[in-house]
């Protein structure tokens, strides 16, 4: 009796030890959820909250990088496979509802030109995107060479650019297939002004039925829609003819300097007409380049004489054959150029006045032909012909021909 009353108080105590090392065991899960995985509990278990993108980062995430939105229009499911319910009792169709087929119909037809016209620009930009990577291949490996050292004229750096040369050729005539498709796409403007204009007007015709103004409703919508998707594309497609012509005619200029680079066998840079889109001209009435006076006329009537008294930007002395001075020649402009991008220069030929009256004729023509040879270079390298002159005039102080470079 004594031994069973014994095990039950020992049993009694060890329940009530038991009660306070599960609720703290409970109270412990509670503050230290179990991230065994699948194995934990459901009650202590962690849970993940989801918390969705907001309108602004959803729309961020689907704009469409600049120059590949593809314009697709919706096709008028609502207005065109729907029957036709705008008939008379007898059956017969009604004058409106006859209307309101031969409009669906139509813009139908209008969707699938502007669908295959949104193709084609996607089309035109991939084959823009492998040219444009073929030429910048050619034009790298030129300029690698000239970089490194090469022999004046090499016949390999040639054929590279000629290369070069022919795929801006083919960026151009993407160009003008871009030229077209734009107007392609404003006749299609066009006809979904005159199928909206039609639209419109079919609801003031008598004889119709609610069903006929109910079709007439949804054509217009759908209409609406493809007008937008329209004005999407022509944007798309004057976004990208001016930025293909911009980036071609800086090419052309690079090109040009390029060749004669090529010919040189020495490395120059880019085509000085480009220095006109890196900077703004001063408009606080800074000194200009060089000796020019601020407030300059920007073109001078006779520019020898507007030339006296003005420190030349560069003077080459024709006392030898062939002297080299492109080099030094492309420096000194360019970085004109970068102090003023639209500054404007004069050549001018300076034949010395010694000896008789027929040799200084003949220094005189030859002296002429030497700025006309500089005034090639300069256009070799890029830079317009409307942004240089040429004239010629006689000095007592000049032993040789020279020609003088001037900044206006």
């Known amino acids: 009796m004594t031994d069973r009353f014994a095990h039950l108080r020992k049993t009694a105590l060890l329940l009530a030890l038991g009660v306070p090392l599960s609720g703290c065991n409970m ?3 509670a503050l230290w959820p179990s991230l065994s995985g699948p194995s934990a509990s459901p009650q202590s278990s962690a849970v993940r909250q989801e918390i969705p993108a907001s309108s602004a980062e959803r729309q961020a995430q689907s704009a469409p990088m600049p120059g590949t939105t593809v314009v697709v229009p919706s096709r008028a499911t609502g207005a065109i496979d729907a029957p036709d319910t705008g008939r008379l009792p007898g059956g017969q169709q009604t004058a409106v509802g006859i209307r309101a087929q031969a409009m669906r119909t139509e813009l139908q037809n209008l969707q699938g030109a502007v669908q295959t016209r ?4 996607q089309q035109m930009r991939a084959d823009t995107v492998a040219t444009a990577q073929r030429y910048f291949t050619l034009v790298a490996g030129i300029n690698t060479r000239l970089q490194v050292g090469t022999t004046p004229g090499n016949p390999i750096l040639q054929a590279q650019w000629t290369q070069a040369a022919a795929e801006l050729d083919r960026l151009s005539a993407e160009i003008g297939r871009l030229a077209q498709l734009s107007s392609q796409a404003a006749s299609d403007a066009a006809m979904a002004a005159f199928l909206l204009d039609s639209t419109r007007a079919a609801y003031s015709l008598n004889g119709a039925v609610e ?5 007439l409703a949804q054509v217009e919508d759908e209409v609406n829609r493809t007008v937008v998707s329209i004005d999407r594309l022509l944007n798309e497609l004057n976004e990208d003819i001016n930025r293909q012509s911009t980036y071609a005619s800086r090419e052309r200029s690079n090109l040009s300097a390029l060749s004669l680079a090529i010919r040189n066998g020495e490395l120059f840079g880019s085509g000085l007409n480009n220095r006109a889109f890196t900077n703004v001209a001063p408009a606080d009435g800074s000194p200009a380049i060089l000796g020019v006076a601020p407030g300059a006329q920007p073109q001078a009537a006779n520019p020898a004489t507007a030339a006296a008294g003005r420190r030349p930007l560069v003077v080459i002395r024709f006392d030898r054959a062939n002297p080299s001075y492109e080099q030094a020649l ?3 402009v360019s970085r004109a150029l ?3 991008p639209t500054a404007n220069f004069d050549l001018v030929a300076v034949a010395p006045t010694r000896g008789g009256q027929s040799q200084a004729a003949l220094a005189a023509t ?7 040879s500089v005034m090639r270079s300069l256009g070799n390298m890029g830079l317009p012909a409307q942004r240089m002159t040429l004239s010629s005039t006689t000095s007592s102080q000049a032993q040789n021909n020279e020609v003088h470079l001037y900044v206006r």
Do not use: M, W
Not at 118 to 121: C, D, N, R
Not at 211 to 215: A, K, L, N, P
């Open 366 to 372: 030859s002296a002429r032909r030497q700025a006309e």
């Open 211 to 215: 069903d006929d103004h109910r079709q």
């Open 27 to 29: 109270v412990s899960e």
């Open 118 to 121: 949104s193709g084609s620009i």
């Open 338 to 340: 970068e102090r003023s």
């Open 330 to 332: 492309y420096t000194a």
